[in-house]
């Protein structure tokens, strides 16, 4: 059940901070038709642009510009949205948003247009979160795969599956009323066969999520070796500009360096790292010591040797420190210095690149190399962006299924609804069918206000 919404006008400038050509400022709540009169000296029509003088409370204009109302429930959040579209400076924005709230409204909260829009049943919680996933996408790619999420591809899909789930319970909960039917009448069904089809449509659901997770929020690429194997050449080459100061000079990496580069619009946080090795110098062991914190929250490692030294004592002395659970890519770089040809080789310890940073030949291996190890697979039109908490769900009801499988083939059968009556509940977190309230106070708070 969803929380209730309390009948309060709420106003909140919806453009973004600083100056531009036109701002707006947005309101929700009752009877803002009243309060459109008050601000205006007008009523408004619905849904026309009206060219206005905006009001304060002595009657001497603040601004002029146009009103735009819209009345429940045909608006986004299902109350009366009024947006009023002034000149775009910060003084005038909060002069206007001051002067509705003297009518009677109150700040939003962030994320509090969007949620009263959930709340009223505009949107799914899914779709919801796909509103501040489109603001905040920072590729083409993960901007479209936003948009298919709120115009409710996932959601349909949740939607689909779950019906498919609600059918098959009503075969077992049947088969329990009347137990004199037992198994047979499930076989005669094909219940069993449904239950297959079931898991294996969820896992192709949990694989198009893993997808747009990573499309979501990237992967994060951490640089280490030893001081000058050509980890800020590499950085540079990536990323296509002098990010990183190159120098023969080992050690010239003091300190974690950032960069975000795209690769068929999966975005890849690459992060440079001071060289790892003993020193007495105060300043470089510091960088070390945050290279080794960056290394254990990486995604994957780019684990760089130098071609003309090979992989030496110092090097083992590394990976014995590396973590287990941490996918590693290794890069012998400088083949340019030694006469090796580019190229991918697997060996015992992983799939090694050979590439020179500096000319970057074999550098367009190492991009494909890293799409495959971060699990990218195109699927055109199929990806829509997930948040973690949609592939938990989902892994959560991959287990439920799968142990009602196994109790199927016990013939346990009061288990198997139990295991599917928790893989729906689970399932419908995704689009709030069913979401503690809590829950709902933490996905909205991330979103922007006035949004």
């Keep these: 059940m969803k929380p209730t919404i309390a009948p309060e006008r709420i106003a909140a400038i919806a453009t973004?901070?600083?100056?531009?050509?036109?701002?707006?400022v947005r309101l929700s709540g009752p009877n803002l038709a009243v309060l459109a009169k008050s601000l205006t000296?007008?009523?408004?029509?619905?849904?026309?642009?009206?060219?206005?003088?905006?009001?304060?409370?002595?009657?001497?204009?603040?601004?002029?510009?146009?009103?735009?109302?819209?009345?429940?429930?045909?608006?986004?959040?299902g109350e009366d949205v009024l947006e009023l579209q002034g000149h775009g400076g910060p003084v005038v924005m909060q002069m206007l948003l001051a002067r509705c709230l003297e009518l009677g409204a109150r700040l939003a909260r962030p994320g509090e247009f969007t949620q009263r829009a959930f709340l009223n049943d505009k949107l799914d919680l899914a779709q919801a979160e796909a509103v501040a996933d489109l603001i905040d996408a920072d590729t083409s790619a993960a901007a479209r795969s936003a948009l298919r999420s709120l115009d409710g591809e996932f959601s349909r899909r949740i939607h689909i599956w779950c019906e498919k789930l609600i059918n098959?319970?009503?075969?077992?909960?049947?088969t329990l009323d009347f137990p004199e039917e037992e198994v047979d009448f499930l076989r005669v069904a094909k219940a069993f066969e449904h239950l297959e089809s079931l898991l294996k449509s969820l896992e192709k659901l949990l694989k198009q999520s893993k997808q747009g997770s990573l499309l979501r929020t990237g992967l994060h690429v951490v640089l280490a070796?030893?001081?000058n194997v050509g980890k800020s050449s590499l950085l540079n080459c990536l990323s296509g500009e002098d990010r990183a100061i190159v120098t023969e000079v080992a050690g010239t990496t003091r300190d974690v360096l950032r960069e975000t580069i795209q690769i068929e619009g999966i975005p890849l946080h690459i992060i440079d790292t001071a060289g790892l090795r003993d020193t007495e110098d105060t300043i470089e062991r510091i960088g070390i010591?945050?290279?080794w914190k960056e290394i254990e929250r990486a995604d994957l490692i780019l684990r760089l040797v130098d071609a003309r030294v090979g992989v030496s004592a110092e090097d083992h002395a590394i990976d014995s420190r590396l973590p287990s659970d941490v996918p590693v890519l290794w890069v012998f770089n400088k083949i340019?210095?030694?006469?090796?040809?580019?190229?991918?080789?697997?060996?015992?310890?992983?799939?090694?690149?050979?590439?020179?940073?500096?000319?970057?030949?074999?550098?367009?291996?190492?991009?494909?190399?890293?799409?495959?190890?971060?699990?990218?697979?195109?699927?055109?039109?199929?990806?829509?962006?997930a948040r973690e908490r949609h592939l938990e769900a989902l892994r959560e009801a991959h287990g439920?299924?799968?142990?009602?499988?196994?109790?199927?083939?016990?013939?346990?059968?009061?288990?198997?609804?139990?295991?599917?009556?928790?893989?729906?509940?689970?399932?419908?977190?995704?689009?709030?069918?069913?979401s503690a309230d809590d829950l709902l106070g933490v996905i909205f708070s991330r979103f922007c206000i006035g949004k």
């Design 41 to 77: 000296g007008k009523l408004p029509t619905p849904r026309q642009a009206h060219f206005t003088k905006f009001l304060d409370a002595s009657g001497q204009p603040i601004d002029a510009g146009l009103m735009l109302f819209f009345p429940a429930p045909h608006s986004y959040t």
């Design 168 to 174: 098959l319970r009503m075969l077992v909960e049947a």
């Design 336 to 385: 340019d210095l030694v006469g090796m040809q580019a190229g991918k080789v697997e060996s015992d310890t992983g799939t090694w690149i050979r590439l020179s940073a500096l000319s970057g030949n074999g550098v367009d291996l190492l991009r494909s190399e890293l799409l495959r190890v971060a699990g990218w697979e195109a699927h055109g039109e199929e990806i829509f962006l």
């Design 289 to 291: 010591a945050r290279t």
């Design 400 to 434: 439920h299924v799968l142990q009602a499988i196994a109790h199927a083939s016990n013939d346990m059968l009061d288990l198997m609804a139990e295991e599917l009556r928790l893989a729906q509940e689970v399932v419908n977190r995704i689009t709030g069918a069913f």
């Design 16 to 24: 973004a901070p600083g100056r531009g050509g036109i701002g707006v």
């Design 225 to 227: 070796g030893q001081p």
